[in-house]
Structure formats: C-alpha cells, structure tokens
C-alpha cells in the first residue's frame, strides 16, 4: 500500500460547488502539507500543519481552507470552487525529527472545474 | 524571498547522452536543496536532497547533482540517459518544514 495516499484520484465539479479533497498517510509524519501544480508555475503551498492543532497559511491560501482530522489525515476544502482553481493537487508529508527532514508526496488529485 | 529557477522548460537529449538540468536558486541562509522527478500522471519521487557537507550530491537512478554556492546553483547531472528518465525534473529550495519553493519544472524527452 502506498504510504501517502489522495482522494479522489480525479474529480469534475461545477463553478460554485463545495468539495474535499482529502489525504491519508501512513508513514507516521507529523508535518502534513497540501500544494496545487499549474502548468509552468510548478508547485506552490497552499496549507501545512504541523501537528493537528497547528495549521499554516502558505503561498496561495485565498480561496481553501483545510482540516487536519488526525495526524494521518489532511483534508482540504474548496468552500465555493472556480473554474482557476482547476489543477492538480498534491499532499506532502514530513518528520519534524528527521535532521535531513523530506518532504514525500501522494499521487496527487486532478480536479477540473467547470 | 526564496524562488527558484530553471532555466530550461524542456529538453531534448538521446538516449546514452550526458545530461544536465540547471537551477538556480534565491535563499537567504545555506539553502536545504532538493531535486524531485514526476513521471506521467505520478506523484514526486525524491531524487536527491542538500543539506549541508559534501557539495557533490548523489541520487537514486544514477542522478547526482552539485551545489555550487558561488553561482547559487544546484544543477542536476547524468552520464548516460536512458529512455525511463523521460519524465518531468523540479528542483526546490528549502526549508523543508513549510515554505519550500519549487521551480516550474523542466521537461525531459529522451530520443531513442
């Protein structure tokens, strides 16, 4: 089984729905992190945490907002979706005890808004 | 603030070639450095990371990769391409602990 695994894999929804997006992992890391990939512009921070009573705004937080449910789980919510938030999202993880600590990503979700 | 750059969006080598990928990197501290690769429709695999110490880095699948503080450079190296490395390369920039900033990527074609 994958170690950090995103749910779904790809999604469709319209202009103005709410949706989830959610991320599990099993690798035991505290620190969870959710990015977006647009083509061209590589890969930018949305929100981390560090634990789950520590939540973080990154580079481009405007218009999500996430959840951390456990130390395994990391949600992330689009509240009102548009259509430039079609990308492809990916979660991340790392270990705050690590001295060389990595960050290591899921498979990521395709989500396309129309 | 910290950005990075790659400077090639896509390139082009033969299979058995040499390879070169080149980042360049703005950080205000010793950089922590990262090379990941994306292959179709996968997630980031870690190729190889900087921290500290020897500045010749080596990866998994044969890649390395040389921090050069002068040039504030991270390029990334292969002596010989083989087909299964055609797969998109982004170099990232630290601290791994929340903002890491990556660069836009560079796609790799390998010709056969």
């Known amino acids: 089984d994958a170690d950090v695994t995103q749910t779904p894999r790809n999604r469709i929804t319209k202009t103005g729905k709410r949706i989830m997006l959610e991320c599990s992992q099993t690798k035991g890391h505290d620190r969870m992190y959710w990015y977006r990939q647009d083509p061209g512009l590589g890969l930018r921070l949305i929100y981390y945490s560090f634990d789950v009573k520590d939540i973080n705004k990154g580079e481009i937080s405007d218009g999500y907002s996430v959840s951390r449910q456990a130390q395994a789980k990391f949600s992330l919510s689009l509240e009102s979706a548009i259509p430039n938030q079609t990308a492809l999202y990916f979660c991340?993880?790392?270990?705050?005890?690590?001295?060389?600590?990595?960050?290591?990503f899921g498979p990521g979700t395709r989500l396309l808004v129309l | 603030a910290q950005s990075v750059t790659q400077p090639d969006i896509h390139i082009t080598v033969s299979e058995g070639a040499s390879l070169e990928l080149r980042c360049n990197y703005s950080?205000?501290?010793?950089?922590?450095l990262f090379w990941y690769v994306q292959s179709p429709g996968q997630g980031l695999q870690l190729l190889l990371k900087?921290?500290?110490?020897?500045?010749l880095v080596q990866g998994i699948k044969g890649f390395e990769a040389e921090f050069k503080r002068s040039q504030s450079s991270f390029n990334l190296r292969k002596p010989s391409v083989h087909w299964s490395d055609a797969a998109e390369y982004f170099c990232?920039?630290?601290?791994?602990?929340?903002?890491?900033?990556f660069g836009a990527g560079t796609r790799l074609t390998v010709k056969p």
């Open positions: 991340a993880t790392s270990d705050s005890g690590l001295a060389e600590e990595t960050q290591y």
């Open positions: 900087y921290f500290s110490g020897d500045t």
């Open positions: 950080y205000g501290a010793t950089p922590y």
């Open positions: 990232a920039v630290g601290p791994p602990s929340g903002d890491m900033r």
